[in-house]
């Protein structure tokens, strides 16, 4: 299994951003998919996740409201619209996947890693 993160970049407080994360070698109904970032000096962080048929999401509280994660199973491909972006969501963002069938939140439980796209909110 691969993964594919892409859609990072250099945006303003307040500016929206889409990203994607291609899945490749297996069978993508059958995984999850999560959303996790890594500020600079901060430890990796659970974003958003979404199950495997795409009808449960759980996000993180910082981000409930203002990002949505959802997924194309004929495109095998999930997004994380990220709208109202603020300095605080600076960081590198990874996506993973997961043969979990209840949602999961912690990175243990995601056997599949994404390289990882930038994220740059300038305030």
């Known amino acids: 299994v691969q993964l594919q993160a892409s859609g990072g970049g250099l945006v303003q407080a307040g500016d929206s951003l889409r990203l994607s994360c291609v899945f490749s070698?297996?069978?993508?109904?059958?995984?999850?998919v999560g959303w996790f970032r890594q500020a600079p000096g901060k430890e990796r962080a659970f974003v958003a996740t979404i199950n495997f048929t795409g009808g449960s999401t759980y996000y993180q509280d910082s981000v409930k409201g203002r990002f949505t994660i959802s997924r194309d199973n004929a495109k095998n491909t999930v997004y994380l619209q990220m709208n109202s972006l603020k300095a605080e969501d600076t960081a590198v963002y990874y996506c993973a996947a997961t043969p979990h069938r209840p949602l999961v939140i912690t990175d243990e439980y995601y056997n599949y890693w994404g390289q990882g796209t930038l994220v740059t909110v300038s305030s």
């Open positions: 070698g297996g069978t993508f109904p059958d995984y999850g």
